[in-house]
């Protein structure tokens, strides 16, 4: 089993940038496809976006595509997501996710492990 542990979440004003990090135990790092997800109030967890084992495949939801960046350091376990021009829709409970299977890649079913989730809040 994998613990993940998010931080970085926070009070933004619209057009502004955070940068979550998520940290990994448990298991070795780079055996895991990394995502980040995200829970608006009221709405299903949604798919932000995913990372390969090695960072050498990435992919975005819609919505992430030109402002949102994930990445990752194997050597510090660790899984980031860079936020920029962020929205008031944006805001939500945003979750990493830990997966062995490269496989269904945007679904909840198919992460294993998550973190507790971090608070990010975009004031218009």
């Known amino acids: 089993q994998v613990q993940l542990v998010e931080s970085g979440g926070g009070l933004v004003q619209a057009g502004g940038s955070l940068r979550l990090s998520c940290a990994a135990s448990g298991r070795t790092f780079s055996t895991l496809v990394m995502a980040w997800f995200r829970q608006a109030p009221g709405k299903e967890r949604e798919f932000v976006a995913f990372?390969?084992?090695?960072?050498?495949?990435?992919y975005y939801e819609d919505f992430a595509k030109g402002r949102f960046t994930i990445s990752r350091d194997n050597a510090k376990n660790t899984v980031y997501l860079q936020m920029n021009s962020l929205k008031p829709e944006d805001t939500a409970v945003y979750y990493c996710?830990?997966?062995?299977?490269?496989?269904?890649?945007?679904?909840?079913?198919?992460?294993?492990?998550w973190g507790q989730g971090t608070q990010v809040t975009v004031s218009s």
């Open positions: 990372i390969s084992q090695h960072g050498d495949g990435i």
């Open positions: 996710a830990a997966t062995v299977r490269f496989a269904g890649l945007r679904s909840v079913e198919n992460y294993q492990d």
